[in-house]
């Protein structure tokens, strides 16, 4: 499984990810500033799972049907930042299954987890 992590991402989670086997790009250590658009297509050509905590990903995915190998938006404000990679790295290692051609919204106690159709 590979993921692409948007710069807004906790370098935590990128580690945990990594530490896990994970073949992650961390786009804070490549492209620092890349529009959305940039991002998302990179994910999508390399098959990655972006995870994000911009909520334009949403608007991209749905409002303007762009194609993606699949989205985890995090929304855990109020978590730590250690707190938050736990939060994602447990949903990740509990669900692989789920996180191609699916859009997830990942908050502490809840997921939301609408599949995305070509």
């Given amino acids: 499984m590979k ?3 948007d710069e807004g991402i906790d370098k935590s989670l990128v580690n945990l990810l990594r530490n ?4 992650t790009v961390y786009q804070a250590e ?3 500033g890349a529009d959305d658009v940039i991002v998302l297509e990179k994910a999508n050509s390399e098959q990655r799972i972006l995870i ?5 990903f949403g608007e991209l995915a749905w409002r303007m049907k762009m194609i993606h190998t699949g989205i985890i938006l995090v929304r855990a404000e109020e978590l ?3 707190s938050r990679s736990k939060l994602v790295i447990e949903f990740i290692a509990s669900n692989l299954e789920l996180l191609h051609n699916h859009f997830i919204v990942l908050q502490p106690g809840a997921a939301r987890i609408r599949k995305m159709y070509a």
Avoid: K, V, Y
């Avoid at 896990?20 to 073949?23: E, M, Q, V, Y």
């Avoid at 994000?52 to 334009?56: A, E, Q, V, Y």
């Fill in 3 to 5: 993921f692409l992590a």
């Fill in 20 to 23: 896990a086997g994970f073949d």
């Fill in 30 to 32: 490549s492209e620092q």
């Fill in 52 to 56: 994000t905590r911009d909520m334009d």
């Fill in 80 to 82: 730590s930042s250690l």
